[in-house]
């Protein structure tokens, strides 16, 4: 660090600009960068890293990339975005916080604050502000006023039982607690010390310790009082103006800093922010003033950079990444102290650009010196970084402005001049020996720009112009005579490069690349939009014996040897497409200059290092066009109005990588957590399936110098490298158990620990494996049930085909037997009994009726359109009455309601009609009865049958157990039920069915 600072310090002499305006690389972030308001009312910095800031607008936090907008929320209320005016936090990570007017405690991944009341009502004339001790008391000092504190048992603020005191009727401001535990609180009326070994309060009127402070009668209107690392105490008082003391114990000196630190004008200024660092640095802050501590001189050092504009720093805080946060009415700073050592001088553009074009190094007699060519203001010349006068190299020449567009410079070892490439084809010549100029106009350029000077390894020196000419000088000194015309192509030569093998690789805007021999003047290759990514191609670098890096938009590796060219760009690492020129170190790592600031790449891994926002690199001219590798091993490059030179070895490849910090975790773009957050939501219902992971280095100077890779156990197969916003997002993720890791790399490919997140997506009810077995059997079950009402319908048609095939067999071919065997006695008797042969007949015809009626029930029976009640009761109606009519009875049917809406199978249906059948039957051929009744009804939820006749009945013991019988009391068995039949003499007969409904 003090390297950097005396390196720092020694810049001042170097540059002409206004006193240290290169001296720090400093960082600001503003509304467009997603903080909520440029009026920063406070910064803290938490265990972990991030930075809270508090705003007008509300809390937000930081991880030095991505700005994060906290809700605050009272009892799960979401409150109004009031202003955080202060954050603390306490040694147990507990985050204190004002917001508004209310005082309190932030429980960030709950977004929930904790207010505490006042234990009584309060007069305040102002604001307090937390101050919280070593101990973690937590005290609201009131600005002129009086001090509270938190009480822990009773959580309320009060002022009893305060664990320190001063005088009654003092107006305090601020308190400081030294590394002896005493509180030094600054008062309108001085500077009171209460001890609590002593418990004792001491003040200018009561001073038995002897404190130095404490004998000076004349502090009144203290604002703070501060010891540092040191041991120097530090007075902020008014008296009328603002005064800034110092006191040295050790030499019993005090001395007045004010006017170091003052702005130079009227405006209003206040010098009230203290701010140490870990090494003793010691800074002063506050309305139009910043400045660090010189102990060294006993002096403060301003800090003014045309790169920080502030009237107002609020907060100033320390990162262990080295650097420093201010919080001020114009943004967020953060001052890098560890900026890189290097030399950078902007030029002032008052009268106009300089648009350099190029630079060259010029080693003569061991004196060593920067030349810079400028198109329209001639050369520039640097020596021990300070601009040296560079007005001789312009004695005698031209007054024509042509003379002084330069294009190119070319140090020529061998006749020790400087070749000056210019407009309309023009030379200058510098001899270093005699500082004079000649100034040439060969023919053999035609009056072309000469754009581009190389030398070969004999000292021919090869020229590039507008019109596509390549000129050869032989010459020994600086004769005219010693040009001629090489060799010709279509279009602007921007670059030449003569090849450690002296090939010519001549660059052009629309023809790609030739590559001549200088020595037989024959083509050797021409590389054009077939092999290079355009035929545009204005830089041009050969790295080593075989690899050649060119380009103007994307980056072509070239490998002479196997003639394979690879194409690089922002996708691969390169922080822009736009090429401005091209360098390397002394371990041959190419730098390249681009609009977006400077990145290395390693050219045997393909790998590039960009320095990001966080570099002073990123702040360098977008308008970059030419650079060189020094003698000393520097590197020197230079844009239109500014000149870069620095050490690349200082910045290191083989850091050891930080482990990463997953830094949010979204759903759906909504915070759900963060690795830090040992709470965050890390199980989520399969429909919360979208989730981002943002990453990153909580270390701010360093988090753009890794590559960060990360990958998703569970879905990713490999890692991932992550492109420049540091976010991978995960959509529709199937549920299962997950695990996301993140890991940095440095430049040589070493990784740190990945960092993890392990979460569940847990799946839903119809994703759950036993659902899924569920509906398996489920399946299993509709296939078995299909497979059964196959089966069922199958044996039903056997069953069909069963009993119509024993029907027929039955019925039908009993009765064709008795009819045939009817028909052969009808034959026997045709021609000697004819009374016999027509009684046969008749039986036949009986015979054949019956059959016929058999017939019609079983057809009737297998009807689909028959399966219902009605159906059948309406047949049993018409039977009764085709067989009861002809016998001259009368019947009645009655049917219940309810049996119409039975539900009976195909033979259930026949068993009931045949049982019917064969009733109505019995009653009409043998009741002799002259009336029958029918009825069909519910009877205890049995379904009844009744079959009366009215006729002459007869005695139970004298029935005849025949077919007819047993035959229906099988059917009222096959129904399910059960026949009944009553009977006496001269009463008629009643058959009774009853079956289960």
Request: charged share 25%; glycine share 8%; net charge negative.
């Amino acid at each position: 660090m003090k390297k950097i600072f005396l390196f720092l310090l020694s810049l001042l002499s170097y540059s002409s600009l206004q006193a240290e305006e290169n001296r720090f690389f400093i960082n600001r972030f503003g509304l467009a960068d997603g903080l909520s308001s440029n009026q920063v009312l406070t910064i803290h910095q938490d265990q972990n890293r991030f930075l809270w800031i508090g705003t007008p607008n509300g809390l937000q936090r930081f991880d030095g990339r991505k700005f994060m907008a906290y809700e605050v929320k009272i009892d799960g209320v979401k409150q109004p975005s009031l202003p955080v005016y202060e954050i603390h936090q306490d040694r147990s990570g507990k985050m204190w916080l004002r917001i508004g007017d209310e005082y309190g405690i932030y429980i960030p991944e709950k977004e929930e604050f904790i207010p505490f009341p006042f234990e009584n009502e309060q007069k305040r004339s102002s604001w307090g502000t937390l101050w919280m001790d070593q101990k973690a008391n937590v005290f609201i000092v009131f600005k002129e006023d009086k001090i509270l504190w938190i009480d822990p048992e009773k959580r309320k603020i009060t002022d009893q039982n305060m664990p320190l005191k001063f005088p009654e009727g003092w107006r305090p401001n601020s308190i400081f607690e030294d590394r002896e535990e005493r509180y030094w609180i600054s008062c309108l009326e001085g500077i009171a010390v209460y001890d609590p070994a002593t418990n004792q309060v001491y003040t200018a009127q009561y001073n038995p310790e002897n404190l130095a402070l404490l004998n000076r009668k004349d502090f009144h209107h203290v604002i703070n009082v501060y010891q540092d690392q040191e041991g120097v105490f530090w007075i902020n008082y008014w008296d009328p103006d603002e005064i800034l003391l110092s006191y040295e114990p050790k030499t019993k000196d005090w001395k007045d800093h004010k006017e170091e630190l003052r702005n130079g004008n009227a405006n209003y200024q206040e010098v009230y922010g203290i701010l140490e660092l870990p090494d003793g640095q010691f800074w002063r802050y506050g309305v139009q003033a910043l400045g660090d501590y010189d102990r060294e001189r006993r002096q403060f050092n301003r800090l003014v950079q045309k790169n920080i504009v502030f009237d107002k720093i609020t907060k100033a805080i320390w990162d262990p990444a080295k650097g420093i946060w201010l919080g001020t009415d114009q943004g967020l700073y953060f001052i890098h102290l560890d900026t890189p050592a290097f030399f950078f001088k902007e030029m002032d553009t008052q009268e106009g650009n300089y648009e350099f074009q190029s630079i060259e190094e010029v080693v003569h007699e061991g004196d060593t010196s920067i030349w810079l060519g400028s198109w329209g203001r001639g050369i520039k010349i640097f020596k021990n970084q300070q601009e040296q006068d560079a007005e001789w190299t312009a004695i005698n020449r031209p007054p024509l402005i042509e003379f002084n567009q330069v294009w190119d410079l070319f140090h020529d070892k061998k006749r020790e001049v400087i070749w000056v490439a210019l407009q309309k084809g023009n030379l200058q010549i510098i001899d270093l020996n005699t500082r004079k100029s000649t100034f040439l106009s060969p023919e053999a350029f035609g009056g072309s720009t000469i754009r581009t000077i190389a030398q070969d390894k004999t000292g021919d020196l090869w020229f590039g112009t507008q019109n596509g000419t390549v000129v050869h000088f032989t010459g020994e000194g600086i004769e005219e005579l010693g040009f001629s015309q090489f060799y010709k192509v279509g279009g602007t030569i921007p670059k030449l490069l003569v090849s450690k093998d002296q090939k010519i690789w001549i660059t052009t805007i629309n023809e790609g690349v030739y590559v001549v021999d200088s020595a037989t003047e024959k083509l050797f290759k021409h590389l054009d939009d077939r092999v290079l990514s355009s035929n545009k191609i204005e830089k041009i670098h050969q790295l080593n014996d075989s690899i050649f890096l060119m380009g103007f938009e994307l980056l072509n590796k070239y490998n002479a040897l196997t003639g394979e060219n690879q194409v690089f760009s922002y996708s691969d690492g390169l922080v822009s497409n736009v090429i401005s020129h091209i360098a390397s170190d002394r371990t041959g790592q190419a730098w390249i200059y681009t609009p977006n600031g400077m990145t290395r790449f390693d050219a045997t891994t393909n790998t590039f290092s960009s320095f990001g926002k966080n570099h002073f690199f990123s702040q360098l001219p977008t308008d970059g066009y030419s650079g060189m590798q020094l003698s000393n091993g520097d590197l020197a490059f230079v844009s239109n109005n500014a000149l870069l030179i620095f050490d690349p070895l200082q910045f290191e490849r083989n850091q050891t990588p930080p482990k990463p910090t997953i830094s949010s975790v979204s759903l759906f773009g909504v915070y759900v957590g963060d690795e830090t957050v040992g709470n965050s939501q890390r199980i989520f219902s399969s429909q919360q399936n979208n989730l981002t992971f943002d990453f990153n280095l909580l270390n701010f100077s360093i988090q753009d110098r890794f590559g960060y890779y990360y990958r998703l156990v569970g879905a990713d197969p490999d890692w991932v490298k992550a492109k420049g916003d540091f976010q991978a997002v995960y959509s529709l993720l199937p549920p299962g158990e997950y695990q996301f890791e993140v890991k940095t790399a440095n430049e040589l490919g070493v990784f740190s620990d990945p960092s993890i997140y392990a979460f569940e997506i847990k799946p839903s009810l119809v994703q759950t494996w036993w659902f899924k077995a569920l509906l398996g059997l489920l399946f299993l079950g509709i296939v078995f049930l299909i497979y059964r009402m196959n089966v069922t319908r199958i044996l039903a048609v056997v069953k069909l085909r069963s009993r119509l095939a024993r029907d027929l067999h039955d019925d039908m071919g009993s009765t064709l037997s008795t009819i045939n065997i009817l028909s052969s006695m009808a034959k026997t008797k045709l021609g000697t009994d004819p009374a016999k042969t027509s009684e046969y007949i008749s039986k036949i015809s009986e015979n054949s009726q019956r059959m016929m009626e058999s017939m019609d029930d079983i057809v009737w029976s297998i009807k689909p359109q028959n399966d219902s009640m009605e159906k059948l009761i309406a047949r049993m109606r018409e039977f009764a009455n085709q067989v009861l009519e002809s016998k001259d009875i009368v019947f009645s049917m009655e049917v219940h309601p309810q049996i119409l809406g039975l539900k009976l199978s195909m033979d259930a249906r026949r068993d009931l009609f045949l049982i019917f059948k064969e009733g109505v039957n019995n009653s009409a051929k043998y009741s002799g009865a002259s009336r029958v009744y029918i009825a069909f009804g519910i009877e205890r939820n049995l379904f009844t049958m009744r079959i009366k006749d009215y006729g002459k009945g007869f005695e139970m013991e004298d029935l005849n157990e025949g077919n007819g019988l047993e035959n229906m009391k099988k059917r009222a068995l096959n129904l399910g039920g059960y026949l009944e039949i009553n009977t006496h003499p001269g009463k008629g007969t009643e058959l009774i069915l009853k079956v289960h409904s």
